[in-house]
């Protein structure tokens, strides 16, 4: 049977009273379809698919953060008042997976990786899932040297907050940008990456009270805010994943 053949019958129209006929043109697709292998793939799990996105992105975004974290580590052993000017580094970590996060709009790709088998919302968040370890790691050393470098007492929980606030924010922000704005989304998130660093700054050089102890409802409450936009955030891009469609507009 040729390949001819087999488009004649695939338009051919299937009637009941023919059902023997009917039953022995499909036996016949299956035995072309098993002799030249042409049944579907297996569709590739989860997480096979982020040791496939690790291999090809992974190194160079834990490597960007990698550099970052050296430079913050080095001010933090050169910068009085370690603790007040943490939140004002914490974005620069965005700021580093920036680039494999928009990898595809970069480089002009997005129609054809949003053609892919692995939909824009999965890649997203296998990349998500490699930041995020990198920044437990992170988020780790930086709590760990401040507390052994702060010049005066300072709870634990201040430090995180200060770590985890800013962060959070900035990554509510880009994820936002990047479903919903249509042009110069990398625009935005790195605008109010840099703003964010530059409003903690600020307030750690003119307003020193909101990082008090008196102030940690502020902090604890921002927290909570943050978090809330985090998970929503969060949630809209799994269900995207789950639905197959294409997550934003950037893909």
């Given at each position: 049977m040729n390949k001819h053949e087999l488009h004649l019958i695939l338009q051919r129209d299937v009637h009941p009273k023919r059902l023997q006929e009917t039953q022995q043109m499909c036996m016949a697709l299956i035995e072309e379809q098993v002799k030249h292998n042409l049944f579907p793939e297996e569709r590739t799990n989860f997480w096979q698919f982020l040791s496939n996105v690790m291999w090809y992105t992974g190194r160079r975004l834990w490597t960007a953060q990698g550099i970052v974290l050296l430079f913050v580590c080095a001010c933090v052993f050169s910068v009085p008042n370690t603790p007040k000017i943490i939140p004002m580094f914490m974005p620069l970590f965005i700021l580093a997976c920036l680039p494999s996060f928009c990898q595809s709009t970069t480089f002009g790709m997005s129609e054809i990786e949003a053609s892919t088998r692995a939909s824009s919302a999965q890649i997203i968040i296998a990349k998500l899932v490699l930041a995020g370890a990198a920044q437990i790691v992170i988020a780790t050393i930086i709590c760990g040297l401040t507390l052994f470098t702060a010049e005066y007492p300072i709870t634990l929980i201040q430090i995180i907050l200060y770590v985890i606030v800013p962060f959070l924010g900035c990554m509510v922000i880009t994820l936002w940008s990047m479903r919903t704005q249509e042009r110069y989304a990398i625009q935005f998130a790195i605008v109010a990456c840099l703003g964010t660093s530059a409003f903690a700054g600020t307030l750690a050089r003119w307003t020193p009270a909101l990082y008090n102890?008196?102030?940690?409802?502020?902090?604890?409450?921002?927290?909570?805010v943050f978090a809330g936009f985090f998970i929503r955030e969060l949630s809209l891009l799994i269900k995207t994943w789950k639905e197959g469609r294409i997550y934003g507009i950037i893909a």
């Open positions: 102890l008196s102030a940690l409802g502020i902090w604890i409450v921002t927290f909570v």
